[in-house]
């Protein structure tokens, strides 16, 4: 019987060793030949679903159910294209996220994956991997990238927002259409509008979001969403 082998998860974006693989990967990812280049990038790319199995969503009958059941699914990804403006700042590319608990990693880059960022983190803290491959400490995810991008992105409320439901941990202005779906949210400063759905294992997803706070703003476009649980076995 053939024995099919796989890495176990790891939180390896949390610690230095981690940091310094990645770094590695995202050089070779630059500067090698086209199929090194592709390899370091699938690789990277399939880590995350490497200890997990797609599952199905749940039916949600209502808003309630929707919102109880999108909260404890916790392992899942999106891949898409994300636009941000910040006044005289922006950037346009694609955005890959992977989501496993509190951690989260997400890669952006910009036309034929040109200057990428890898950003993985938990809470407000972060690490960076910028387009030359150095890793960056960010203490504060969201000043951060303010302070070096110019970019104002609510990253970790983002989690939530993106799935259709409000970050748990703040107050929030909530409006659903008429199917029992968010609409519209305001939540730290923020308005998030999801005028685009999509149905994903037979559950309406979101599939286009605005979120607005003065002159900045944050617009994703989902092109496809996976969900995931753990495996039991190697």
Not at 93 to 106: L, N, T
């Amino acid at each position: 019987m053939k024995r099919k082998f796989c890495f176990r998860k790891a939180k390896f974006w949390t610690g230095y060793a981690s940091a310094l693989i990645h770094n590695q990967l995202y050089k070779i990812s630059y500067m090698g030949p086209s199929w090194l280049k592709i390899s370091a990038a699938c690789f990277l790319l399939t880590i995350f679903g490497c200890s997990a199995t797609p599952v199905v969503l749940p039916e949600f009958v209502d808003w309630t159910t929707r919102k109880i059941s999108l909260q404890k699914m916790d392992k899942w990804e999106f891949a898409g294209r994300i636009v941000i403006n910040s006044g005289s700042e922006g950037f346009t590319g694609r955005v890959r996220w992977h989501q496993d608990g509190d951690y989260y990693s997400a890669i952006l880059s910009g036309p034929f994956g040109s200057n990428a960022i890898h950003i993985d983190g938990a809470g407000v803290k972060a690490s960076l991997i910028d387009k030359r491959g150095d890793v960056i400490s960010l203490a504060d995810a969201e000043n951060d990238l303010n302070a070096r991008y110019g970019w104002a992105i609510p990253i970790t409320s983002l989690r939530f927002w993106i799935l259709g439901i409000p970050d748990p941990t703040v107050p929030a202005e909530v409006e659903l259409n008429k199917n029992q779906q968010l609409n519209f949210l305001r939540q730290r400063g923020w308005d998030v509008a999801i005028d685009l759905y999509a149905s994903v294992d037979g559950q309406l997803m979101p599939k286009r979001l605005k979120a607005s706070m003065n002159d900045n703003q944050v617009r994703v476009f989902i092109d496809k969403w996976s969900f995931y649980s753990e495996k039991s076995d190697i």
